[in-house]
């Protein structure tokens, strides 16, 4: 099916493990986005990409890195997690910046303990 | 920066019922959303309406943009309507980073 495939689903880290998040589309989309959101709030930018091996800073990238080496591909990454980072992970893109056809994957939940 | 601010932030109605889900924010945007997050956590966009009004089945969506507001109108209510929804908007010199209103949380009961 078309969409937007994030991989894992659930995961547990104890602090200071690192672990990668992994996003998929299969949109052609030019424009992906990492989202957190956290309990009773809506979804904060993390990082987002223009195209491919571009990145860029959102309201929320401390603690995380990003790259988009493939058009398709998406990746989040932790250093060395926080229970701060405890949270929902969306991956989201878009045809055209933030305008319709944005679509979200399914999400990730990490829980760092 | 922007503010985002919905309301209701709860709302529980009997099925059948319309209601009517507000959006303000505190400055010029070129873009706003609405998002529909099933209780499953499963995010769908509902409407691109930076201004105007736009109607899709039983939903329908109104924005004055010279006002700063936006409303989402759902019509005869149905249990699958329930889950939160969402207001996102993008300031103009920046249409990457939409910001994010609290949600309104819509129980449909029965």
């Known amino acids: 099916n078309a969409g937007v495939t994030q991989t894992p689903k659930f995961r547990v880290l104890k602090t200071g493990q690192s672990m990668t998040l992994l996003c998929a589309q299969d949109?052609?989309?030019?424009?992906m986005y990492w989202y957190r959101q956290d309990p009773g709030m809506g979804l904060r930018l993390i990082h987002y990409?223009?195209?491919?091996?571009?990145?860029a800073k959102g309201e929320v990238p401390d603690g995380y890195n990003v790259s988009r080496l493939k058009k398709q591909n998406f990746l989040l990454g932790l250093e060395s997690a926080a229970p701060s980072q405890t949270s929902v992970y969306f991956c989201?893109?878009?045809?055209?910046?933030?305008?319709?056809?944005?679509?979200f994957g399914s999400g990730t939940r990490l829980t760092v303990v | 920066g922007i503010q985002v601010e919905q309301s209701p932030p709860d709302l529980i109605l009997q099925e059948g019922a319309n209601s009517t889900l507000r959006c303000n924010f505190s400055?010029?945007?070129?873009?706003l959303q609405w998002f529909h997050q099933n209780p499953w956590g499963q995010l769908i966009n509902l409407f691109y309406?930076?201004?105007?009004?736009k109607q899709n089945g039983r939903l329908s969506a109104t924005t004055v943009a010279t006002e700063r507001y936006s409303l989402l109108y759902i019509s005869s209510s149905q249990t699958t309507d329930s889950g939160v929804y969402f207001c996102?908007?993008?300031?103009?010199?920046?249409?990457?980073?939409?910001?994010w209103g609290a949600g309104t949380k819509l129980i449909i009961k029965p």
């Open positions: 400055d010029s945007v070129n873009n």
């Open positions: 989201a893109s878009s045809y055209i910046a933030a305008t319709y056809g944005y679509t």
């Open positions: 949109m052609n989309h030019e424009y």
């Open positions: 996102a908007v993008a300031i103009m010199d920046s249409n990457y980073q939409l910001i």
């Open positions: 309406i930076p201004s105007g009004t």
């Open positions: 990409s223009v195209g491919e091996g571009t990145t």
